[in-house]
């Protein structure tokens, strides 16, 4: 029997619950199999339609990328920064030009979210064996119970090996999307809801071990959040939010290295850029960002092109440390990076792209996807999170898919 395109399409967006299991080096794949089929059905469509602003307000900061190439001096390097960029256009002209005239149902959405979750959840698997057959480090600091040791053997991995940030991203977006099938499965499947909450489980104990200060906090503002703004007892959320602070303290008190991690968040040496410690990452963070908004006084309109921000912070940390000068940090926020890249242009334009999705979300009473741009946008804060492939694609991919949804329910 012939496949439907409109199935093909489906399938495609659906392969994408696939990236937490995908190999490194094939996470290619997907874009290729969602670019294909995207290409066919707008080919067999009849009456070809486009939805032109949604596509230029989720595309326009790849356009400011591109003129930021002309006053660029280190075009090597700018041509590097433009491959996860490229997928700042990819997703808007899949959704809103080659299906534009493509009905997308719920149910899709929540089908690729589950496959996320589970192929998250068999990620894990793969880790934890790599982890209990991996060789023990001759370094003695290296200990199997070390948070330095869960995270660098997980950046160690043959084949999957990840940044325990990315994975920590990856983990905080299927607990939301557990938390929204837990809800359901209660009611109707017990066997079912008690599986969700082994996974749940996993999740939360992975996340802590990965201990990403950024993202379990994002988390947790997110889940509050959205836990308020869908609850109609704002008494019940408040006691809900408090035990959950209460449970996430407990469990970061019992894990020592994740306590220390946490506690220098308290410190008011973390705030102060003297004597920096290379073990205080907070502190570390503090510095970058404060070389970055020196460096933002100095080129504020048009910044100093997409090349050039890596050599920009370097002459920065120069006058701070040797320990920002060694490891040459990128500048660990998303809006500071762009606002580095193509100046006050392209920070208004990615502020523009996340209040325009943020309206439609909110709109259509779509607390998923209300989660998710809050989640991001918290996060890029402390990470940059769109200049590497495996952020880019998750972030532009989930932000379309939702985007064009809502935007078509609105149309």
Same mark, same amino acid.
Request: hydrophobic fraction near 55%; avoid cysteine.
């Given at each position: 029997?012939?496949?439907k395109i409109e199935?093909?399409?489906? +399938?495609s967006?659906i /392969?994408?619950g696939?990236?937490?299991?995908?190999?490194?080096?094939?996470?290619?794949?997907? *874009? =290729?199999i969602?670019s294909?089929?995207s290409f066919i059905?707008f080919?067999k469509?009849?009456?070809?339609?486009?939805l032109?602003?949604?596509?230029?307000?989720?595309? =326009?900061?790849?356009?400011?990328?591109?003129? #930021?190439?002309?006053?660029s001096s280190d075009?090597?390097?700018?041509?590097?920064?433009?491959?996860?960029?490229?997928l700042i256009?990819?997703f808007?002209?899949?959704?809103?030009i080659?299906?534009?005239? +493509?009905?997308?149902?719920?149910?899709v959405?929540?089908?690729?979210?589950n496959?996320?979750?589970?192929?998250t959840?068999?990620?894990?698997?793969?880790?934890?064996?790599?982890?209990?057959?991996? %060789?023990?480090?001759?370094n003695p600091?290296?200990?199997?119970f070390?948070?330095? #040791?869960?995270?660098?053997?997980?950046?160690?991995m043959p084949i999957?090996?990840?940044?325990p940030?990315?994975l920590?991203?990856?983990?905080?977006i299927s607990?939301?999307?557990?938390l929204?099938?837990?809800k359901?499965?209660?009611?109707k499947?017990?066997?079912?809801f008690?599986?969700?909450?082994?996974?749940?489980?996993?999740?939360?104990i992975?996340?802590?071990?990965?201990?990403?200060?950024?993202? *379990?906090?994002?988390?947790? =503002?997110t #889940?509050?959040?959205?836990?308020?703004?869908? /609850?109609?007892?704002?008494s019940q959320?408040? &006691?809900i939010s408090?035990?959950?602070?209460?449970?996430?303290?407990i469990?970061?008190?019992?894990? %020592?290295q994740v306590?220390?991690?946490?506690?220098?968040?308290?410190?008011l040496k973390?705030?102060s850029?003297?004597?920096?410690d290379?073990?205080? #990452?907070s502190?570390i963070h503090v510095?970058?960002?404060?070389?970055?908004?020196?460096?933002i006084?100095e080129?504020?309109v048009?910044g100093y092109g997409?090349?050039d921000?890596? /050599?920009?912070?370097h002459?920065?940390?120069?006058?701070?440390s %040797?320990?920002l000068?060694k490891?040459?940090?990128?500048?660990?926020?998303q809006?500071l990076?762009?606002?580095?890249?193509?100046?006050?242009?392209?920070?208004l334009?990615?502020f523009?792209?996340?209040?325009f999705n943020?309206?439609?979300a909110i709109?259509n009473k779509?607390?998923?996807?209300?989660?998710i741009?809050i989640?991001f946008?918290?996060?890029?804060?402390t990470?940059?999170i769109?200049?590497?492939?495996?952020?880019?694609?998750?972030?532009?991919?989930?932000?379309n898919l &939702?985007?064009?949804?809502n +935007?078509?329910?609105i149309?």
């Amino acid at each position: 029997m012939k496949l439907k395109i409109e199935n093909l399409v489906n +399938y495609s967006i659906i /392969s994408f619950g696939l990236l937490p299991i995908m190999p490194n080096n094939l996470t290619g794949v997907l *874009i =290729v199999i969602i670019s294909l089929t995207s290409f066919i059905y707008f080919l067999k469509t009849p009456t070809k339609k486009i939805l032109l602003k949604p596509f230029l307000i989720n595309s =326009v900061l790849f356009f400011a990328l591109i003129i #930021s190439l002309f006053y660029s001096s280190d075009l090597s390097n700018a041509f590097r920064k433009l491959g996860p960029a490229i997928l700042i256009i990819i997703f808007p002209l899949i959704f809103y030009i080659l299906l534009a005239k +493509y009905n997308i149902k719920k149910k899709v959405i929540y089908i690729t979210l589950n496959l996320f979750s589970i192929s998250t959840i068999l990620f894990l698997l793969l880790y934890y064996i790599f982890l209990f057959f991996a %060789p023990h480090p001759d370094n003695p600091a290296l200990d199997y119970f070390s948070i330095f #040791s869960f995270r660098k053997s997980l950046i160690d991995m043959p084949i999957w090996g990840k940044h325990p940030i990315y994975l920590s991203i990856f983990i905080a977006i299927s607990i939301i999307n557990v938390l929204r099938i837990g809800k359901i499965s209660f009611k109707k499947n017990k066997l079912f809801f008690y599986t969700v909450l082994i996974f749940q489980s996993i999740f939360i104990i992975t996340l802590l071990l990965m201990s990403s200060k950024a993202v *379990i906090l994002s988390l947790l =503002v997110t #889940s509050i959040i959205i836990l308020y703004i869908h /609850s109609k007892n704002k008494s019940q959320t408040f &006691f809900i939010s408090i035990l959950i602070f209460t449970f996430l303290y407990i469990s970061i008190l019992f894990i %020592p290295q994740v306590n220390a991690r946490f506690k220098e968040l308290f410190l008011l040496k973390t705030y102060s850029l003297e004597n920096l410690d290379y073990r205080n #990452s907070s502190q570390i963070h503090v510095a970058i960002w404060q070389t970055a908004i020196e460096k933002i006084k100095e080129a504020p309109v048009f910044g100093y092109g997409i090349g050039d921000v890596k /050599s920009v912070l370097h002459e920065g940390y120069k006058d701070k440390s %040797p320990i920002l000068l060694k490891k040459n940090y990128n500048a660990h926020n998303q809006y500071l990076s762009i606002w580095l890249g193509v100046g006050i242009i392209g920070f208004l334009l990615l502020f523009y792209f996340l209040i325009f999705n943020y309206k439609i979300a909110i709109k259509n009473k779509d607390y998923m996807f209300i989660a998710i741009l809050i989640f991001f946008s918290l996060n890029f804060l402390t990470e940059n999170i769109i200049e590497r492939q495996t952020g880019a694609m998750l972030f532009f991919f989930l932000i379309n898919l &939702f985007g064009f949804y809502n +935007y078509k329910r609105i149309e």
